[in-house]
């Protein structure tokens, strides 16, 4: 309305003297409903501007509605997917039934068990987080069912769950998987399932490839906000990680720097190699190259710096830099560098992204968290630790021996 009445916001002040200006930020739940018409009306919300984005027919999907609707309020914890039902476009052939007298907990693990069943995916469990404001719901609830009652606390990696600040008649469908550490594997691709549920357990087909070692707290004065975060990060990476690790990444700063924007490595050129250098941003040792980005959207012929860097406050979001026992990079859930026991890093099939797990006896594991690692997001971890020439060859050979049992 603002925009196309540039009078109007004078009016409001005459009407209104005490009204303040207050951050994009705050009408963030506006954003995400105005979202949501745009993609149900396949952008058919503007006469006067004919543009078109681009939407896919299944656009909102389910699991991207839940993602971005996850820090709405509802009366009823059920209707955090109830009320969603005739939002998303893709749900048609979901074999799920709303049942309010059901449970809590037993509504989403069947709803999660559906929509794996339907998308022959596993990566809705890496929504779940563990953290104490669902300690109650874990006691009935496997540790793989995300409680979708609970707002996030950390950036979602398996969809995005912010919106660019830009108009909506310009703005593309946002969905889909942002990554592929598993080599975008689907169940039944192979001869025997990759994944089957057995009430509150999961059998899966991964591999469990590393373990966190050290949580990182960047040192220095001042450090208060993404931007100064992202900076000691960079310079702890040139100054005392590159001494210590070398082989994983030709260029360790690059994959930090690309690493704090969501992105894999070569998303980021230095910026002698970029063509979208800009002498007004003399500090940026390295350029996004758009098309290669999770997050950026283009932009005047490049991309916008302020996004790129709410794209780094959004993938820092309740995450803390660590290191793995082999030396790479991640970005971890804050809350699990308070826990003493061994978080081990694995990648399931069909996840589309890394995992933390909890042994919880000889047998069996627990699902904490998801985590970025720098050097897996794409399976290239596969061809560097496992010997073998991707994750795909990697599966076809291991899916009999390479079982995990979650609860």
Known sequence: MLRLDPGLVEQMKLAAPDLGIISGSELTYIRKLSYFRSMVSRGNTSEIFPMRPNIGPNSPGMLETAVLARDLEATDGRDKIFALWNLAQDNGKLDFKMDYTQSIPSSFKDFVTAWSAQHKSLVIIAVSECNERSKAFYEEAPSWCPDWTAPSAVSCLVRRDWLPVRQMLLMDSLDGELYKADGGMKNEELVEPLFEFYDNTL?????????????????????????????????????????????????????????????????????????????????????????????????????????????????????????????????????????????????????????LLEAVDEASYRFVGSCFVQGWMEGEVFAACMDVGSPREYWEVNHDSSKLLIV
């Open 203 to 355: 059998l899966c087909t991964g591999v469990i490839i590393d373990e966190v070692q050290d949580f990182l707290v960047m040192q220095g004065d001042g450090l208060e906000t993404h931007r100064d975060i992202f900076y000691a990060f960079v310079r702890y990476v040139t100054d005392e990680y590159s001494s210590k690790y070398s082989g994983l990444y030709d260029d360790a700063r690059q994959a930090a720097w690309a690493m704090c924007h969501g992105d894999v490595p070569s998303a980021w050129l230095p910026r002698e190699q970029s063509q979208f250098a800009s002498d007004r941003y003399p500090l940026e040792d390295y350029v996004c190259e758009q098309e290669r980005s999770r997050f950026l959207l283009k932009y005047a012929g490049g991309y916008d710096r302020p996004e790129a860097w709410d794209t780094v406050k959004m993938s820092l979001r309740g995450r803390q830099f660590a290191l793995s026992r082999k030396g790479y990079m991640c970005l971890v859930p804050q809350e699990l560098s308070r826990r003493t026991g061994v978080l081990h890093m694995a990648i399931i099939a069909t996840c589309s992204v890394p995992v």
